[in-house]
């Protein structure tokens, strides 16, 4: 029974695709968004074009897409996880457009497998003059995302307590009907799931980095390696912030998870550079 609901869920989601045909083409054309500040994706008509065709997408998908607009804490926090929900280095111009299209939910966020040694790969095949430009860069990538943590988290507490002040007004308002009441409902799911979706991939980030520092150690081994191992401990020591925010089974009841990936117990790091 459950092997046949897979087939036909797969059979859906095929025909969703082909359905969203017309809507990817202008979107792969905005796909190419850039990073302006802060982490943030830069303003533009072209990014945009891409936010609304992914609303349309995630509700052909009949995912949670409110027609409710963003308030401005909404639109800074889906500003703010761009960071999180891109590549971590620079890739190849067709990688990038296919996370843009998953960030914006022109497509969905389960097609995607983790593969711990993206980043490293990426790292390596820069064209760097030293080795220690490489540890430099790892290890600013691993610090622009454990300041920014903290920042999201806190913007996430206000979304989520205006999401509670929107709950409770609901049994008050009496001249909102169904479809209301369906919009906000979708709303609060939209804000729970993108937090969900943050924190699933700031853990995907950290196992990224440490299997690219572990190779680094080993192909150009060097004194950077402890002061980046610090900077490593410092992120993961953030990323615990995100786990009060959304229940621990969100990416799996927000569609985030593959079908052949279930929810695996991570054991803590140990430490990658044996300290004297």
Partial sequence: MVSLFRTGRRQALRLHALRLIPLAIPALLAGCAQEGDF?????????????TTGTLAAREREEPASAFPFTDEERVLRDRAWRFLMPAAGHDAFTVILANLTRAR???????TDDPAAYHDTLMAQSFRSPVSRYRRLSEDIGTDARLIPQFAALAVRVKEGDALRLRSLPFAKSLDDGDVRQA????????????????????????????????????PGPEGVSVEGTLAALDGRRPLLDPLVPPEAEA????????????????????????
Avoid at 39 to 51: M, Y
């Fill in 106 to 112: 022109v497509l969905p966020a389960s097609w995607r």
């Fill in 39 to 51: 982490g943030r994706p830069k303003t533009g008509a072209w990014n945009s074009l891409i936010e």
């Fill in 185 to 220: 409902a979708m709303r609060v799911a939209e804000n729970r799931c993108l937090i969900a979706w943050v924190r699933f991939e700031t853990g995907r980030r950290s196992r990224r980095y440490r299997y690219a520092l572990e190779h680094l150690l080993i192909e150009a």
């Fill in 253 to 276: 009841r927000c569609g985030l998870l593959p079908e052949a990936e279930g929810v695996v117990a991570v054991a803590a790091p140990r430490p990658i550079v044996a300290k004297n």
